[in-house]
């Protein structure tokens, strides 16, 4: 007998479809008989109709076939495929530990997000001008682009135009679409080292042979560079991951000199320019380049929220009617109600200021995680980098026990990052991110952090 509630919401005949199915599947044999429409109908005081649209169903999705003048039947299939939710096993969930201070070195503060005024401008970017109906334009709106493109030439040096630039969702996406726009041109991918892990395994994935490249105090050892097979290097020339380095002008003239007769590619990735906190922030490689050999990247989740995943591509000229004839410029990597979000939010100056407060609010905190770190830690320690971006990085300068170290902040609650374990290479540091935290907890973090690296320096006997 099936329960068929006759005063529930649900549909009479969705009940009835439902209760028939599951009895199928687990009571039925192939080719047996179900009962007639007017047998159901008579004896669960429905209508005709009712139940006819339930079999209708079952028949539309091929649980049943029908037969005239005999009735319906169990359909051929292999019901046994319908149980496996009931045999899979449950995999135990590994319970996350709750870290008290995480130094997390990419992360901003929650209440660094302008909400109010981003809900504002989202209602003003609804309105019945966008065309909810159609795909929007593959390549990013155009009015997005030209906000871009005009900051990118005011701020940054970059030479561009809105039609080079693409709208992608986040670096690890528009690396994605890089390396498979241009696979069948480079297959020798160099990168710093150490560097960025997330763009080595991208271009790994798709197959390239990947060179690790040095660093020396003037970023990228161009001369090791020249030494290797590689056509297409990525680079961070302003504020080099995770060193700081700087890479002068000319290693940058001498890069695109080398990498113009290599008839080889550049891949500038200009990440958190908006957060120099001591110097103005170097002008762009690509404003540099007279050969078009340069792929400018930059993002809007340093400074804004990494949670919105906009980031954006400059494509050099020669490039662009690759992409154009590509499957991928057909689709928007991006929202279409957080483009014009966005370009509303740079349109009306609203950037420019938030850029401003940013780099005042985190600049305080900066200052003041590096003075904590010298004061608390003195001389047992070294600054390897600070001055940019979102975190401060130090190394011990006395004996030091690494092991212990990490499992006393595990034991702590204090979520620390290393260098070597995201970047490679024989460079270690501490990342000691500062974005997340407000100046109030930058103190509480730093004096817990204190005893666990006291607790790890190993006196001498």
Known sequence: MYIINQHSKKPLHLQLYEALKKDIMK??????????????????????????????????????????????????????????????????????????????????????????TWKRLFTKAIDDTLDFGSYPDGQGELGLREEIAKYLIASRGVVC???????????????????????????????????????????????????????????????????SKANIVYITPSHQYPTGVTM??????????????????????????????TNRPIPSLQGLDKYDRVVYLGTFAKSLSPALRIAYMVLPQHL????????????????????????????????DKHVRKIRTLNKKKHDLMRNLLQKKLANTMTI???????????????????????????DAKIKLYFAKERCGGDFEAIRMGFGGFSEQEIHQAIDAFSVVWYGAIVMKS
């Open 248 to 277: 002068p002008i000319s290693n940058r003239v001498k890069l695109l000199h080398h990498i113009n007769q290599k008839d080889g590619l550049i891949i500038e990735d200009d990440y958190d320019s908006e957060l120099a906190y």
């Open 320 to 351: 662009m009617p690759l992409y154009q004839e590509s499957y991928d410029a057909h689709f928007p990597r991006v929202s279409l109600t957080t483009q014009k979000t966005l370009e509303l939010f740079i349109s009306h100056g609203y950037w």
């Open 27 to 116: 009571n039925y044999a192939v080719g047996e008989k179900l009962p007639s429409i007017r047998k159901i109908a008579s004896l669960y005081n429905l209508s005709k109709n009712t139940v006819e649209t339930a079999y209708g169903q079952l028949y539309a999705e091929g649980y049943i076939e029908s037969y005239p003048k005999r009735g319906y039947f169990v359909s051929d299939i292999y019901f046994d495929s319908f149980q496996t939710k009931q045999n899979l096993k449950t995999t135990p969930q590994t319970k996350e530990i709750t870290y008290k201070y995480d130094f997390f070195p990419a992360k901003l503060s929650k209440d660094s997000f302008p909400l109010k």
């Open 384 to 410: 390897l980098a600070q001055g940019g971006g979102l975190a401060i990085l130090i190394y011990p300068t006395v004996p030091f026990d690494w092991e212990k170290f990490k499992k006393s902040a595990q």
């Open 161 to 227: 135009e809105a039609s080079q630039i693409i709208i992608c969702g986040g670096f690890s996406d528009a690396m994605g679409l890089l390396a498979k726009l241009v696979k069948h041109k480079y297959n020798h991918f160099a990168i710093e080292n150490p560097g960025y892990h997330i763009a080595r395994k991208i271009f790994a994935s798709y197959g390239y042979h990947i060179d690790k490249i040095g660093i020396n105090t003037k970023g990228l050892d161009i001369q090791a560079l020249q030494q």
